[in-house]
Structure formats: structure tokens, C-alpha cells
């Protein structure tokens, strides 16, 4: 009896294990997260969701803390999963880059030119062009699991990468497009701790401790420089030593610390705090408005159109090839997934219309809609081309 306990015991650590370092799970616990807020958005406790956010703590509201400062740690991740990425990961050689890094571009071109299209003249919501460019690696995965072996490896790691990339170009597009007036005193003093951390590098620094408390030195004088603070993350990021000869790089060891705190915590508040739209008011004219139906369509239409596209435009130059064990029509499947835009949608919708709380709503509404239909149609698509080869 005492041996079947522990073997239970075991077997629930093991899963727990496994849900915390998998990262569709992350994005099942984000899919739960955006429902609950959107519940909560429209029902008697949408006065406390809402009051909550506005309330001001240090000089800021809550809302803002979130998207400034705790989604700093997010972007701190993204950009330690890059520079593994293109260093020894999937990305390190122009080879393995060729088809994601396309596939993505392509993902991020088509949905841009959607939205402004639609928006073309139109000089208060123009600026939203970028939303629908990103693809949620989280989300998109988290649908992919639910398919479990319908889909070859092959595939997941091709839209890993392609997601990895597509966060790079949001990141770029953030710092070019996003930026407000500039504070040069506190530009200059980001410039010189990013060369402390620079420094701490080259000296064969390897603790993890002093970069970060460097880099919350350096968030706050990005916050205050002008350029988006969450930035900072990812400059932190670039700057923490990968040593490849090292049995724990300490890269690595921040990535796998962060790892569980950005997928469980740090997405899900986000998620929670953004996700949440009162639908009081909201009709078939206002779904059809500029804002939501651009990006509704830059992310259904634009995405699926550009990552097949131009995956395909590589594979026939010879610039790459298929997927292994993967099939056109699981791939087209896949373009359709990117259509997930969830967090990094959302995060660029809030940076392109901060002074318009409805602007910002369309944005959800677009994103949303967007989001789901192209989740849906995407798991639909894939299901179905795996019971064709089965059969």
C-alpha cells in the first residue's frame, strides 16, 4: 500500500514537472486566463477588474506596471531564447534560418499591408499596422498539443523557430516604430549601463545576480528614456554570457529559472489584465469598424497568406526544404495557427493607441476574433489532413 502511494506520489510530480517545463501548457493556461477576464469583463465584477487596473501604485497604475515592468521579464526571455536560438539552436546557421525566417517575414509583411489597406487615410487608427504582424509562440503551441502525434516534430520546431523570429522582428518593429520623445540624458545613461553589462561580459562574468541588478538599473532609465521599457529586457538578454564550453551556461540557467515564472505567472497576468472586453455595446457595425476587422483579417488572411507563401517561394528556389515527414497541407495548417497574435498583439495594440481606451478595446475585439478563428480553422485543418494519412 505504502509503495502504490509513492508510485502516485511520483507519477503526480513527474506530470507537474512535465506541465511546468512544457510550453503548450503555458499557452492552455493563457487560453483559460483570456476566458476568465473576458467573463469577468462583462459581468457584476467588471467594476472591481476595471477600478483595480486604473488604481495608481508608485506613480503608476497597475495596468501600467504590468505592461512596463513585468512584461520586462517576458521580453528578458524572449531575448535570451533568441540569442540561443541563433547561436547554437535551431537558428545558427543560414541554412536552418532560411525557412522560418522567411516563412516569417512573409507572416509579417502581408497582415501589415492588410491593416493599413483598410485603415489607409485614416490618420488615428493607421498607426495600429503592426498589430497583427506577431504570432503568440505560446498560444499557437498550446493548440498544437492538443493534436498530440498528428503532427510531426518536424513541424513544432519549424513553428518554434518561426515564432522565435517573428518575436525578433516585433521587438525590432517596437523599438523603430514605438518609441515616444526621446529623453537624450536618459538615453545616454541607458547607452552607458548597457556598456556596463557589456563590459561585465567580456571580463568573464558568469553570476547571474549582477546582471540583473544592473539590468533594473538600466529598465529605469529606458522607462524614462522614451523607448518602450520593456526593451530593456531584451538588451539585458543579449548581453548574458552564453560560455558553450560550460556545463551550465549562464544563459541557459536564467532561461530555464524564467522559464516557468513567464509562462505561469508573468503571461497569464498580462493575459488577464488585457484580455478583458466589455462586449456592452459591441455589435456586428462596430466589429466591422477599421481597427478590429484590419486586424481581424491581417491575422485570418494576411498571416496564413504570407508565412505559405513565402515558405513555399523557399522551398521551390531551393533555398530549403519541407519539413521532414510533413506534408503541404500540414504546413498551410501551420500558417494558419500563426494567425494566434494573442500577447504580442495585444502588447503592440496598447503601444500604438496609449491615449484611446476605445481604440484599445477594437484592438482586443480584432485581436480576439482574429486569434480564435484562425486557431480554430488552423487545429481543424491539421486534424483533418492527419486523418487523410491515416487512412
Not at 513555399?312 to 494558419?336: C, D, F, N, S, V
Request: with cysteine; proline share 4%; net charge positive.
Amino acid at each position: 500500500m505504502q509503495d502504490k502511494k509513492i508510485r502516485s506520489a511520483k507519477g503526480l510530480q513527474a506530470f507537474y514537472r512535465a506541465f511546468l517545463t512544457s510550453e503548450a501548457s503555458g499557452g492552455l493556461l493563457l487560453m483559460g486566463v483570456a476566458v476568465i477576464a473576458l467573463i469577468v469583463a462583462n459581468s457584476p465584477l467588471a467594476e472591481v477588474y476595471f477600478g483595480t487596473l486604473e488604481r495608481y501604485v508608485l506613480g503608476m497604475s497597475v495596468l501600467h506596471w504590468i505592461n512596463d515592468a513585468l512584461m520586462a521579464v517576458f521580453f528578458l526571455l524572449v531575448g535570451l531564447e533568441i540569442k540561443r536560438e541563433m547561436l547554437v539552436g535551431q537558428l545558427s546557421t543560414w541554412g536552418r534560418r532560411a525557412l522560418p525566417g522567411l516563412a516569417a517575414l512573409g507572416g509579417a509583411i502581408f497582415p501589415a499591408i492588410i491593416y493599413a489597406a483598410i485603415n489607409w487615410g485614416n490618420d488615428q487608427t493607421i498607426s495600429g499596422w503592426a498589430i497583427p504582424t506577431a504570432t503568440d509562440i505560446a498560444f499557437a503551441l498550446g493548440v498544437l498539443s492538443l493534436l498530440g502525434s498528428r503532427i510531426p516534430v518536424s513541424l513544432k520546431i519549424f513553428l518554434t523557430a518561426l515564432a522565435i523570429l517573428d518575436d525578433l522582428f516585433a521587438v525590432c518593429i517596437i523599438a523603430v516604430f514605438y518609441t515616444a520623445d526621446l529623453s537624450l540624458e536618459m538615453l545616454g545613461l541607458a547607452a552607458l549601463t548597457l556598456g556596463v553589462l557589456i563590459v561585465m561580459n567580456r571580463l568573464g562574468v558568469t553570476r547571474i545576480l549582477p546582471y540583473l541588478v544592473v539590468g533594473v538599473v538600466l529598465w529605469f532609465f529606458v522607462f524614462k528614456s522614451g523607448v518602450h521599457a520593456t526593451l530593456a529586457g531584451v538588451a539585458l538578454a543579449l548581453t548574458i554570457p552564453l560560455r558553450t564550453g560550460a556545463k551550465h551556461p549562464p544563459l541557459e540557467r536564467l532561461e530555464h529559472t524564467l522559464h516557468p515564472y513567464t509562462a505561469f505567472l508573468v503571461i497569464p497576468i498580462f493575459g488577464f489584465a488585457n484580455a478583458g472586453v466589455s462586449f456592452e455595446g459591441v455589435n456586428l457595425s462596430s466589429l466591422m469598424g477599421a481597427v478590429p476587422l484590419g486586424i481581424a483579417l491581417g491575422l485570418l488572411v494576411g498571416k496564413q497568406f504570407g508565412v505559405f507563401s513565402f515558405a513555399w517561394l523557399a522551398i521551390r528556389l531551393g533555398l530549403a526544404e519541407l519539413p521532414e515527414h510533413a506534408t503541404w497541407k500540414q504546413l498551410y495548417g501551420i500558417g494558419l495557427l500563426c494567425g494566434i497574435g494573442f500577447t504580442m498583439s495585444l502588447f503592440i495594440g496598447l503601444l500604438a493607441f496609449p491615449s484611446s481606451p476605445e481604440l484599445v478595446d477594437a484592438v482586443k475585439i480584432g485581436v480576439l476574433l482574429g486569434s480564435v478563428t484562425s486557431g480554430c480553422l488552423g487545429a481543424l485543418m491539421l486534424v483533418l489532413v492527419g486523418k487523410k494519412k491515416k487512412a
